[in-house]
């Protein structure tokens, strides 16, 4: 056991690789054996990737899912922001420069658009929940916008860690609703081309969501949506604890 | 050599990241402010400019490929390190924040996809049509 546990600590990352592969396999075999295609291998392989988050989290307590689990430390570094980052910008090799002038205004809007409506909704349900202090409803309909502004909003207007932790469940559950969600509803909203695709990540805003969600959809629209969703965070962390903390400061 | 096309993309992303940065810092923001799309920009440019040919084409090329083709199982092993544990244990009011949230998004994808629409259309069919 010791032995094991040597060499797969040292070698953290090449077992990462070596587990995800495995993921990947069982996932396209069984998108092709039990769903004949209709799910996609990918889809598969993030639902289980969540799973095992969600086992991760319970066995060890800790908050990086899977990654706490001793043996599979490197799932952490293989995951994470740097690699995440790396592996999104390469994706943007061969598109095509016209494509995104083509949604230029549609994308911007559609960031504004996000940010402004998702806080509303989370806004509303605080409200609904009984909230009446405006600190805290900034904070949680913040984090309906992402599980990052979250946080930065509450640290930056005092809300209390209570809410703060709410407003990043929040976000964790948008993050995960739209990875499971986007390749089921893809084709209702019309998410086949490069503008939906482009309109879509400004409206969600997750990355990664929205990155394993269109992965999950179509990979040729990954560097459409994830171009325009890394422009959302940046913007709800400046508008949450300025412009919209003001806004609901006045109603309440 | 292949090195030289991952170089190419590691230098795309480490000057989006301090763009990002710097943004944030001038907004007053505690966040990077679109470092890995302007990075996305910065590899869209070169691999569409005749000046990089060198960094983007044949075996160098191939460097900027295997990291797109890596995506997938690194967005599998986000998926993995999600803190979904604390997403469950939310409560009610984080699961419907959340979900309606997402419910409202959804729904207003096909009504901003409408803006400067017309020539909209379907990836595999697409394609140059010529007008820019």
């Given amino acids: 056991m010791d032995i094991i546990e040597t060499v797969f600590v040292r070698n953290d990352l090449i077992v990462a690789f070596a587990v995800v592969g495995a993921t990947m396999w069982v996932s396209y075999l069984l998108a092709n054996k039990l769903t004949a295609g209709r799910i996609h291998g990918s889809a598969i392989a993030i639902a289980l990737g969540l799973l095992a988050a969600y086992w991760g989290g ?34 943007a090799f061969g598109v095509h420069i016209s494509e995104l002038k083509k949604a230029g205004i549609a994308g911007v809007i559609s960031i504004f658009a996000g940010v402004i409506v998702s806080f509303i909704v989370g806004a509303a349900v605080a409200v609904m929940f009984g909230y009446t202090d ?7 309909g913040a984090g309906a916008v992402t599980y990052i502004v979250g946080p930065v909003t509450g640290e930056a207007i005092g809300a209390s860690d209570a809410v703060i932790t709410l407003s990043v469940a929040a ?38 969501g929205v990155a394993a969600g269109l992965a999950a959809t179509d990979p040729k629209l990954v560097p459409y949506g994830a171009m325009t969703a890394t422009f959302y965070t940046g913007l709800g962390c400046l508008l949450g604890p300025s412009v919209l903390f003001f806004i609901v400061s006045a109603i309440y | 050599m292949i090195v030289y096309g991952v170089a190419l993309l590691s230098v795309c992303l480490v000057l989006g990241m301090l763009i990002g940065e710097a943004l944030g810092v001038a907004l007053n923001v505690e966040a990077n402010v679109g470092g890995v799309g302007i990075a996305m920009l910065f590899l869209v440019y070169a691999s569409n400019s005749e000046r990089f040919k060198a960094l983007t084409e044949g075996v160098s090329g191939t460097g900027i ?39 409202v ?13 017309p020539d909209a259309h379907p990836l595999d069919t697409s394609e140059e049509r010529g007008a820019g």
């Fill in chain 1, 58 to 91: 319970t066995v060890s307590g800790g908050t990086r899912g899977v990654a706490d689990v001793t043996l599979l430390g490197g799932i952490g570094l293989m995951g994470g922001g740097m690699m995440r980052d790396f592996a999104i910008v390469a994706t």
């Fill in chain 2, 65 to 103: 490929k295997f990291w797109s083709a890596m995506y997938i199982p690194i967005v599998v092993a986000m998926a993995a390190r999600q803190n979904v544990a604390a997403a469950t244990e939310g409560g009610l009011l984080a699961l419907t924040a959340g979900v309606a949230a997402v419910i």
């Fill in chain 1, 134 to 140: 405006p600190a805290a409803i900034t904070t949680i």
């Fill in chain 2, 105 to 117: 998004s959804f729904a207003l994808v096909p009504i901003l996809s409408k803006i400067g629409k």
């Fill in chain 1, 171 to 208: 976000g964790l559950v948008k993050s995960i609703l739209v990875m499971i969600g986007t390749p089921l509803i893809a084709k209702r909203i019309g998410l086949d081309n490069p503008q939906s695709a482009m309109v879509f990540g400004g409206l969600m805003g997750t990355t990664s």
